[in-house]
């Protein structure tokens, strides 16, 4: 079992629709979670950081966590072809060391 | 703010030499964690400096190595170079490290042929 998965890709989603990525962990001690979005070609860009449970909302994302199921999850509300990458989830456990999943290819279709 | 900043942005190394990467965290960061990106991999931990000293280690041989300078800047060695070691190599800054928000810079691409 990985550390750190990922719903596996590809997911496309018309313009405006909600996208819906996941993202599970194995270590219960995890207590940072992050998403980043790499673009082809580019270096991962922080988007969302959530250390509680429950929701955590910045313009059009929404992260969720859930500590007890051990799931973390972004949603992208009003999808933009601009929002069409690869996204990554991160996490942090107690000793420090960070684990990112494999990443979620996201397609935004006009 | 200046963000990370990683030199050089492309190299290209023969088996069996060694290599040197630099990176320059953003401003006031004391925190720098290095990353081994590849399609088949994924990112992949390297190690975290903080405060000139290794704070945490992934799983990778000893041929990778790393050290931080007073001033925050990092460097990352890697010898022998392995034709897997082909990559694009991630610096990442943070205030603290040990689970605060890592910004990362643009990478390095090391080929190795």
């Known amino acids: 079992q990985k550390e750190v998965e990922q719903n596996s890709g590809p997911l496309s989603v018309p313009e405006g629709a909600i996208a819906s990525l996941n993202c599970t962990y194995s270590d219960r001690g995890s207590q940072s979670f992050f998403w980043y979005r790499q673009y082809s070609g580019k270096s991962p860009e922080l988007i969302m950081s959530i250390y509680s449970n429950g929701d955590k909302e910045d313009g059009r994302f929404t992260a969720q966590l859930n500590k007890a199921s051990q799931y973390v999850s972004l949603l992208i509300r009003d999808s933009q072809p601009s929002d069409s990458a690869t996204y990554l989830c991160?996490?942090?456990?107690?000793?420090?060391?960070?684990?990112f999943g494999d990443g979620t290819t996201l397609t935004v279709k006009p | 703010k200046a963000g990370v900043t990683q030199t050089p942005r492309y190299l290209i190394k023969t088996r069996g030499q060694q290599v040197t990467l630099s990176c320059s965290p953003i401003s006031g960061h004391r925190s720098v964690s290095w990353y081994q990106q590849t399609p088949g991999q994924g990112l992949q931990f390297l190690f975290e400096?903080?405060?000139?000293?290794?704070?945490n280690k992934g799983n990778f041989p000893g041929r990778f190595s790393g050290r931080q300078f007073s001033n925050s800047r990092s460097e990352m060695n890697v010898s022998t170079l392995e034709l897997g070691d082909s990559a694009l190599y991630l610096c990442?800054?943070?205030?603290?490290?040990?689970?605060?928000?890592?910004?990362f810079g643009p990478g390095t691409r090391l080929t190795v042929t």
């Open positions: 990442a800054s943070s205030k603290q490290g040990g689970g605060y928000e890592q910004y």
């Open positions: 991160a996490v942090i456990a107690n000793a420090g060391k960070s684990t």
């Open positions: 400096y903080f405060s000139e000293t290794q704070r």
